[in-house]
């Protein structure tokens, strides 16, 4: 079992609702990420949060739009989306924060959304 | 950023029998990771290498950090089913950058 959780498991939207990913890690990382990924290619790093504050932003489009309230708690809201940002969305968590570290990162399941 | 080159691209291989693969990159990196991806999942970290020569095993899984850093293998002993799946390794750079490799698909003949 992942120690890193994200619900919901699947979600379908349309190009105009607002909805929002959650994930949840409780082994006292301090740095989560977010990464996309296409069928059969590696995940695309998104967003790093380190120490709960955002430090890197992969030139994501707007329509994408990270939250972290704690150090246990990463959100992504999604509003507007397109068809091409149908893929599964990946949290991860990592002990040391960006800015220095060399541990590995822990994934969840992911989330995998499909853009009507 | 940084490339990573992993290969072999996809392996079809016969219940039993070994395996092998490897990344390859210009640069050096402090951490060798590989991961394993079934599908509908998210990777699950196989074996994590932090020193240049390094060899860790994990139950059938041998993997190595390579002694000039830049490359890493990894091994899997008497293949079984299960092994199937998308195999990756990631290396980190300059202590805080993450890169992925393209991946090694595994399919396992019974």
């Known amino acids: 079992d992942t120690e890193v959780t994200q619900t919901p498991k699947h979600l379908v939207m349309g190009m105009t609702n607002k909805k929002s990913l959650k994930c949840e890690q409780h082994?006292?990382?301090?740095?989560m990420y977010w990464y996309k990924q296409k069928a059969k290619k590696p995940p695309e790093l998104m967003f790093v949060?380190?120490?709960?504050?955002?430090?890197i932003n992969e030139s994501v489009p707007s329509r994408f739009s990270p939250e972290c309230p704690n150090s246990s708690l990463l959100n992504l809201h999604l509003h507007a989306l397109q068809p091409e940002d149908s893929a599964l969305y990946l949290c991860?968590?990592?002990?040391?924060?960006?800015?220095?570290?060399?541990?590995?990162?822990?994934f969840g399941d992911g989330t995998r959304l499909s853009i009507l | 950023g940084q490339q990573l080159n992993q290969s072999p691209q996809s392996m079809f291989i016969q219940e039993g029998e070994d395996v092998s693969m490897n990344c390859t990159s210009s640069s050096i990196f402090n951490t060798w990771l590989w991961y394993k991806q079934d599908p509908g999942e998210g990777p699950v970290l196989l074996i994590a290498l932090y020193k240049a020569g390094e060899l860790t095993s994990n139950g059938r899984l041998t993997a190595q950090f390579g002694i000039t850093r830049k490359d890493s293998f990894l091994n899997i002993s008497a293949s079984i089913p299960s092994d199937v799946g998308i195999y990756f390794c990631a290396g980190i750079y300059n202590f805080n950058k993450f890169y992925f490799g393209s991946g090694t698909k595994l399919n396992v003949k019974p």
């Open positions: 949060y380190s120490y709960e504050k955002l430090s």
């Open positions: 991860a968590s990592s002990q040391d924060g960006e800015t220095g570290g060399n541990q590995p990162q822990h």
């Open positions: 082994m006292g990382h301090r740095a």
